[in-house]
């Protein structure tokens, strides 16, 4: 008795995922390139874990990569504004927890980010 193929395995067509199976490996492919994964790597997680073959993996990829390009297609004072505020938080954290010297360094970045020093 020949055994049974995992769906989406081999030459005929497998289950098609939902939009929301499909939306959730997408975002799992975007979080693998954020982390440094390579495409080798990712068509294997797709065979491995998904059962897709190279080219579905390839599609997943695609549309991965305009997430994260969707992601930091902010404008440059908009991003400005969220590094400074960012380092604000933490420069106020660092006093409350007596870290002084991480401190110093929020408030020498957020100069440098608002371009008072260089």
Known sequence: MPAKKKPGVGKGRGIKPTKAEGDIRVNRVA?????????SEIIQYGCKEW??????????????????REDWEIDRRTFTAELLSQLAS????????GQGHIALGC???AAKIAQIMS
């Open 31 to 39: 979080r693998m390139l954020s982390n440094g994964a390579v495409r």
């Open 51 to 68: 059962g897709v073959v190279d080219r579905t993996t390839d599609e997943y990829i695609k549309r991965a990569r305009e997430l994260l």
């Open 90 to 97: 933490l420069q106020k954290d660092s006093r409350k927890n």
């Open 107 to 109: 408030i020498n970045s």
